[in-house]
């Protein structure tokens, strides 16, 4: 997976381990069928899927599962992408 450099303007602490005993907090879903968006910290996340999960997990995430969904679009075709979901005990 590719390196992603943090801006200036990132605030989130990047040394921070995520706490375990206390459990997850919040949940980020992340899906190879969209791209970009932004971050709660401000940043633009990058368009490609892995650079996209490197940014949650470089803020403290945890990697809590990586898998596939399908679904069928609005005329009938079938698709499939892959998701992660990374957790925070913030």
Do not use: K
Request: charged share 30%; proline share 3%.
């Amino acid at each position: 997976m590719a390196d992603h450099t943090h801006g200036p303007d990132c605030d989130h602490d990047h040394d921070h381990e995520p706490d375990h005993e206390h459990g997850i907090a919040r949940i980020v879903r992340i899906s190879s069928g969209s791209n970009g968006g932004a971050c709660d910290c401000g940043e633009r996340l990058p368009e490609d899927f892995a650079d996209r999960v490197n940014h949650y997990l470089d803020h403290g995430g945890a990697l809590l599962h990586v898998g596939s969904e399908s679904d069928r679009d609005d005329q009938g075709r079938s698709w499939t992408h892959t998701v992660a979901v990374v957790g925070f005990s913030d």
